[in-house]
C-alpha cells in the first residue's frame, strides 16, 4: 500500500543532498555537512521523496511526526560489530585493571577463544535471541545499517551456527544487515602448533559450505602479532575471491605489519583499528579506494593508542567510525560515543564525525548510494533527535540520551 509520511517541524535537516553520493567523503570534503534549518521531509513509499522549509511546507500525509524543534539526521551506518555473541567477558576486563594485557590474555587461551567456547555451547536460537536483543539496543542508539562479523565459531559448525544467526536478523529485522565471515579471527588451540591445517579448514570447508548457502557478503581476517600474519590473510583473502567475497580487514590495533597494504592489493572495501600507522601505510592508503575504519572505543576500553585520524583526514584519506560491537574491546554499541570519543580524543570536528559515522560507514559497507545521506530516492532510515541547541550539541553532550526516534521505513 502506498505511504507518506511528513516530518515537520525540524530545527535543522542535516546531511542533504541533491542525490545519492558516488563516493566516500575525504580530505576537507569530510566536514561539509549540508543543514537545512526549520525544515519538513516528506518520505513516501519508505524513500525519500522531498525536503524543504517550513514557509513551505506540504499540507498533508498519510502520517505526520512533529520534530518539536529536534534534528533529523540519517541514521548511524556502523560498518564494524561482532554482535553475536555468547556472553560477556567482565572477569578479563577486571584482570586487565589488575596489570594483565590483552594479549597476554589471548596468549593463556582467554579473549576471543573464550568467546568461541562459550558460543559452542549456545544453542542457535538463544544466541539468536540475545543478537536481537543486542540490535534492538543499536537501533535505540540510533543505528539504522549495520555490519555483523562471525568469528567466535573457529569451527566449521559454529562458524556456520554464527552465520545463520546473521541472516535470521537480516530476514527478521528491518535493519539492513551485511555479514562478514571472519574465521580467521584466531588459531584455535588445537591448531596452534598446525597452523596451516586451520588455514585449509577456513579455506577447504568452512568457505564452500558458507559460499553454498549465500551467508556471507563480505570476508575478514584479524592481521596480527597475536591472531595471523600477513601471509596467511593473504592465504585466505585470495580464497575468499573465488567466491567473490571482499575484504574488509582488521589490521594494525596493535603492530603494524604490511597488512593495510596486503589488504589493498586485494581490494579491500575498508581496513578497520588503524590505532598505529605508518608512512607506507598512509601511502598505500592514499593511492586506493579503501576507507580507513576507525574505532575509537575499542582503544578507549583498552587504554591503547588513539587512531591518528587528523593525519588519515589531511593525507585525503577517506575514513569511517564504527563500534567493533564486542564483548572483548568494546562492550558497547552506542555509536553516539563512538562520536563523541572521535570529537575528544582524536580531533575531529563534529560535522566530520557525523559524516564518518553516516556516509562514509554506509560506503564502509557499499550501501553508500541507498543509506547515509538525505537524499531523494535513498531509503528513510533516519534520527529525530531530542530538541537541542545544535549538531554539535550531540558528541559533545557525551553519554546524554539525544536521539528521541529511529525511523526505519
Ligand atoms: O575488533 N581485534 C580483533 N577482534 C575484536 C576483538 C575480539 C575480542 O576480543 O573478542 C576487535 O577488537
Ligand atoms: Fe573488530
Same mark, same amino acid.
Given at each position: 500500500?502506498?505511504?507518506?509520511?511528513?516530518?515537520?517541524?525540524?530545527? /535543522?535537516?542535516?546531511?542533504v543532498?541533491?542525490?545519492?553520493?558516488?563516493?566516500?567523503?575525504?580530505?576537507?570534503?569530510?566536514?561539509?555537512?549540508?543543514?537545512?534549518?526549520?525544515? &519538513?521531509? =516528506?518520505?513516501?513509499?519508505?524513500?525519500?521523496?522531498?525536503?524543504g522549509?517550513?514557509?513551505?511546507?506540504?499540507? *498533508?500525509?498519510?502520517?505526520?511526526?512533529?520534530?518539536?524543534?529536534?534534528?533529523?539526521?540519517?541514521?548511524?551506518?556502523?560498518?564494524?560489530?561482532? !554482535?553475536?555473541?555468547?556472553?560477556?567477558?567482565?572477569?578479563? &576486563?577486571?584482570?586487565?585493571?589488575?596489570?594483565?594485557?590483552?594479549?597476554?590474555?589471548?596468549?593463556r587461551?582467554?579473549?576471543?577463544?573464550?568467546?568461541?567456547?562459550?558460543?559452542? @555451547?549456545m544453542?542457535?536460537?538463544?544466541?539468536?535471541?540475545?543478537?536481537?536483543?543486542? =540490535?534492538d539496543?543499536?537501533?535505540?542508539?540510533?543505528?539504522?545499517?549495520?555490519?555483523?562479523?562471525?568469528?567466535?565459531? =573457529?569451527?566449521?559448525?559454529?562458524?556456520?551456527?554464527? !552465520? *545463520?544467526?546473521?541472516?535470521?536478523?537480516?530476514? %527478521?529485522?528491518?535493519?539492513?544487515?551485511?555479514?562478514?565471515?571472519?574465521?580467521?579471527?584466531?588459531?584455535?588451540?588445537?591448531? *596452534?602448533?598446525?597452523?596451516?591445517?586451520?588455514?585449509?579448514?577456513?579455506?577447504?570447508?568452512? =568457505?564452500?559450505?558458507?559460499?553454498?548457502?549465500?551467508?556471507?557478503?563480505?570476508?575478514?581476517?584479524?592481521?596480527?602479532?597475536?591472531?595471523?600474519?600477513?601471509? @596467511?590473510?593473504?592465504?585466505?583473502?585470495?580464497?575468499?575471491?573465488?567466491?567473490?567475497?571482499?575484504?574488509?580487514?582488521?589490521?594494525?590495533?596493535?603492530?603494524?605489519?604490511?597488512?593495510? @597494504?596486503?589488504?589493498?592489493?586485494? /581490494?579491500?572495501?575498508?581496513?578497520?583499528? !588503524?590505532?598505529?600507522?605508518?608512512?607506507?601505510?598512509?601511502?598505500?592508503?592514499?593511492?586506493?579506494?579503501?576507507?580507513?575504519?576507525?574505532?575509537?572505543?575499542?582503544?578507549?576500553?583498552?587504554?591503547?593508542?588513539?587512531?591518528?585520524?587528523?593525519?588519515?583526514?589531511?593525507? /585525503?584519506?577517506?575514513?569511517?567510525?564504527?563500534?567493533?560491537?564486542?564483548?572483548?574491546?568494546?562492550?558497547?554499541?552506542?555509536?553516539?560515543?563512538?562520536?563523541?570519543?572521535?570529537?575528544?580524543?582524536? *580531533?575531529?570536528?563534529? @560535522?566530520?564525525?557525523?559524516?564518518?559515522?553516516?556516509?562514509?560507514?554506509a560506503?564502509?559497507?557499499?550501501?553508500?548510494?541507498?543509506?547515509?545521506?538525505?537524499a531523494? /530516492?535513498?531509503?528513510?532510515?533516519?534520527?529525530?533527535?531530542?530538541?537541542?541547541?545544535? !549538531?554539535?550539541?550531540?558528541p559533545?553532550?557525551?553519554? %546524554?540520551?539525544?536521539?528521541?526516534?529511529?525511523?526505519?521505513?
Amino acid at each position: 500500500m502506498p505511504h507518506s509520511l511528513l516530518i515537520t517541524n525540524i530545527k /535543522g535537516l542535516a546531511g542533504v543532498a541533491d542525490a545519492a553520493p558516488e563516493k566516500p567523503l575525504a580530505g576537507d570534503a569530510l566536514k561539509e555537512l549540508e543543514v537545512l534549518e526549520n525544515a &519538513w521531509l =516528506l518520505i513516501e513509499n519508505g524513500r525519500i521523496a522531498r525536503f524543504g522549509r517550513m514557509a513551505e511546507v506540504p499540507d *498533508r500525509a498519510d502520517e505526520m511526526l512533529d520534530a518539536r524543534q529536534g534534528f533529523v539526521l540519517p541514521a548511524w551506518c556502523d560498518s564494524h560489530t561482532h !554482535l553475536v555473541f555468547a556472553q560477556s567477558r567482565e572477569q578479563e &576486563w577486571v584482570d586487565r585493571i589488575k596489570g594483565l594485557s590483552y594479549e597476554e590474555i589471548a596468549q593463556r587461551g582467554g579473549g576471543i577463544l573464550n568467546s568461541a567456547r562459550k558460543l559452542r @555451547e549456545m544453542p542457535e536460537e538463544e544466541l539468536y535471541e540475545k543478537a536481537l536483543k543486542r =540490535l534492538d539496543e543499536v537501533r535505540s542508539y540510533g543505528t539504522g545499517a549495520i555490519e555483523i562479523k562471525s568469528g567466535y565459531g =573457529l569451527s566449521v559448525d559454529s562458524e556456520l551456527k554464527m !552465520l *545463520r544467526v546473521i541472516r535470521r536478523l537480516k530476514e %527478521s529485522s528491518r535493519m539492513p544487515i551485511r555479514a562478514t565471515f571472519l574465521g580467521a579471527h584466531s588459531v584455535p588451540m588445537e591448531y *596452534r602448533q598446525n597452523r596451516q591445517g586451520y588455514i585449509r579448514l577456513i579455506i577447504e570447508e568452512m =568457505l564452500p559450505k558458507i559460499a553454498a548457502e549465500g551467508l556471507a557478503d563480505y570476508i575478514d581476517v584479524f592481521c596480527e602479532k597475536v591472531a595471523f600474519t600477513v601471509e @596467511e590473510m593473504e592465504q585466505v583473502l585470495e580464497a575468499g575471491a573465488r567466491y567473490g567475497l571482499k575484504p574488509k580487514v582488521h589490521v594494525n590495533q596493535f603492530n603494524c605489519m604490511g597488512g593495510i @597494504e596486503a589488504a589493498i592489493r586485494h /581490494g579491500a572495501v575498508s581496513v578497520d583499528h !588503524l590505532e598505529v600507522v605508518n608512512d607506507e601505510d598512509i601511502a598505500a592508503l592514499q593511492n586506493s579506494n579503501t576507507i580507513a575504519t576507525l574505532l575509537p572505543t575499542a582503544p578507549f576500553f583498552l587504554n591503547d593508542h588513539i587512531p591518528p585520524a587528523r593525519r588519515i583526514i589531511e593525507a /585525503g584519506i577517506p575514513l569511517a567510525l564504527a563500534t567493533d560491537f564486542n564483548p572483548g574491546t568494546s562492550p558497547s554499541g552506542r555509536m553516539p560515543f563512538v562520536l563523541s570519543l572521535a570529537c575528544i580524543q582524536m *580531533r575531529m570536528l563534529p @560535522e566530520e564525525a557525523i559524516n564518518a559515522a553516516t556516509v562514509n560507514g554506509a560506503f564502509a559497507m557499499e550501501w553508500g548510494s541507498e543509506y547515509g545521506t538525505i537524499a531523494p /530516492g535513498m531509503a528513510a532510515n533516519l534520527i529525530v533527535t531530542k530538541p537541542m541547541p545544535s !549538531l554539535s550539541y550531540l558528541p559533545y553532550a557525551f553519554g %546524554s540520551d539525544l536521539v528521541e526516534r529511529v525511523v526505519l521505513e
